[in-house]
């Protein structure tokens, strides 16, 4: 039993991965504001729709309030129709200096939800207008003490593919790592057997990297609004699995082993070399939709943050040990039925 502990480790942290990252909730937002567009000087009341919200819960009422450029615009009443609903209304002063604002509801329960950009100004701004002064706003923070993921803004439910998408990328990198060290391991003794792990190491490390191309095909079409667009680092993780595919097709298409080994020793290095700069370096140096390019960070406080930590690094390591595993299975039936 000792031998298979990882075994035994990678299948329950998967386990653990899918009931958690399927069932823990979303934290309280606000998901829609309407109407979305006014005017300097109108009295309008708004309706607006939470998400996971709670706004009946709690000792005190919902404050609402509108804000940018350090002025505050509070409601003048609110209105709770349930749980996950309210009206307020509100009077946009004759004096605003911005185009955009940001909708906040402070309620005692879930705290302060932001939607950024939430209403836009239409039509002229009135410069000679007489100054108002702003409202006094408590931002507070969640007070339920119950476990979420949190709620962000064009991701959503969406979130939750963070534990498949970016695993099955780690697990690629892995396994084509390993690939390469048993590649310079062959060089430098030219033992078959290293050959062979380079080989199959490099197959299962493309599989994981179409499943993560897919899985982020997926979360494009609900963030970006298309299966595919021309990012960096799209564009190079498709250009690293080409490079990887030729690597097997150059192998396959030489029959007297130790020449194949040899040339597919030093294909993979390079091949190595590419998927770093295609992935790691270029991104990194230019703008990029994707977290993680350009000044775009991938593991900031916002985009990941402890609740997410819980599920995503166990899945990191339950999919890496799944990769490993499927390596074992590859190279054990490749040493029985060689080609």
């Given amino acids: 039993m000792k031998k298979y502990w990882w075994k035994i480790a990678c299948m329950a942290l998967l386990f653990y991965v899918l009931l958690a990252g399927t069932f823990i909730p979303l934290g309280p937002g606000i998901s829609l504001v309407h109407p979305e567009k006014v005017a300097a000087g109108d009295t309008l009341t708004f309706y607006i729709k939470g998400y996971n919200s709670h706004f009946d819960h709690g000792t005190c009422p919902p404050s609402v309030w509108f804000a940018n450029a350090g002025k505050s615009i509070c409601a003048q009443s609110v209105q709770i129709r349930n749980r996950t609903e309210l009206e307020a209304t509100i009077a946009i002063p004759a004096d605003v200096k911005s185009r955009n604002f940001n909708l906040f509801v402070n309620s005692c329960y879930d705290g302060t939800?932001?939607?950024?950009?939430?209403?836009?100004?239409?039509?002229?701004?009135?410069?000679?207008?007489?100054?108002?002064t702003g409202c006094e706003v408590t931002v507070a923070t969640n007070s339920a003490g119950f476990h979420n993921f949190p709620n962000r803004e064009i991701l959503y439910e969406s979130i939750r593919?963070?534990?498949?998408?970016?695993?099955?990328?780690?697990t690629m990198m892995l396994l084509f790592t390993i690939s390469l060290i048993y590649s310079v391991g062959y060089l430098a003794g030219f033992n078959l057997g290293r050959d062979r792990i380079a080989g199959e190491a490099a197959r299962v490390g493309i599989?994981?990297?179409?499943?993560?191309?897919?899985?982020?095909?997926?979360?494009?079409?609900?963030?970006?609004?298309?299966?595919?667009?021309?990012?960096?680092?799209?564009?190079g993780s498709a250009a690293t699995l080409l490079a990887y595919t030729a690597y097997i097709v150059l192998r396959n298409s030489m029959n007297e082993e130790q020449k194949r080994a040899r040339i597919a020793a030093v294909y993979n290095i390079f091949a190595y070399m590419l998927m770093l700069v295609l992935i790691i370096i270029i991104p990194r140096l230019t703008d990029s939709l994707h977290p993680g390019s350009g000044g775009n960070p991938g593991f900031s406080s916002y985009d990941l943050d402890h609740n997410l930590r819980l599920v995503f690094y166990p899945a990191a390591i339950g999919w890496m040990l799944?990769?490993?595993?499927?390596?074992?299975?590859?190279?054990?039936k490749a040493k029985l039925f060689p080609k």
């Avoid at 499943?211 to 021309?230: E, H, I, Q, R, Y």
């Avoid at 799944?322 to 054990?332: D, E």
């Fill in 113 to 132: 939800m932001v939607l950024n950009n939430a209403i836009m100004l239409a039509g002229d701004m009135n410069n000679n207008a007489t100054p108002t």
């Fill in 161 to 170: 593919n963070l534990f498949y998408h970016v695993p099955m990328w780690w």
């Fill in 207 to 235: 599989v994981f990297g179409v499943l993560g191309l897919l899985t982020g095909m997926v979360w494009a079409k609900f963030t970006w609004g298309a299966w595919w667009v021309s990012d960096v680092r799209l564009n």
């Fill in 322 to 332: 799944l990769g490993v595993w499927i390596l074992q299975i590859r190279n054990r």
